[in-house]
């Protein structure tokens, strides 16, 4: 059965850092590139930053580059998201996905809500 559960969402001020973690279970990690993705309230799926299978390269979107650092253990199945100097932006439900170029497959995960207020 395949699993991803997020953790590490919670409050923080503003300038603030969280780290979120993903979980993985069920498939085979090490094969999957992993992104995380966000969605605000009232608003649609912004994506984040990706990693590909491997860890050798990563991507972020251009409201976080800077900010946010994504990592993986694939010893651990589980992908890092270091997130610091919050604003408030960037308050959102996270989401983790798991993406098998070859065959197309994706997984989610149900998500951290990361809040960013005074």
């Known amino acids: 059965q395949v699993q991803l559960v997020e953790s590490g969402g919670g409050l923080v001020q503003p300038g603030g850092s969280l780290r979120l973690s993903c979980a993985a279970s069920?498939?085979?990690?090490?094969?999957?590139?992993m992104n995380w993705v966000r969605q605000a309230p009232g608003k649609g799926l912004e994506w984040v930053s990706a990693?590909?299978?491997?860890?050798?390269?990563?991507y972020y979107a251009d409201s976080v580059k800077g900010r946010f650092t994504l990592s993986r253990n694939d010893a651990r199945n589980t992908v890092y998201l270091q997130m610091n100097n919050l604003k408030h932006d960037d308050a959102s439900v996270y989401y983790c996905?798991?993406?098998?170029?070859?065959?197309?497959?994706?997984?989610w995960g149900l998500g951290t809500q990361v809040t960013v207020a005074s």
């Open positions: 996905n798991a993406f098998e170029r070859a065959r197309g497959l994706h997984y």
């Open positions: 069920g498939f085979t990690f090490s094969s999957y590139w």
């Open positions: 990693i590909n299978s491997g860890g050798g390269s990563t």
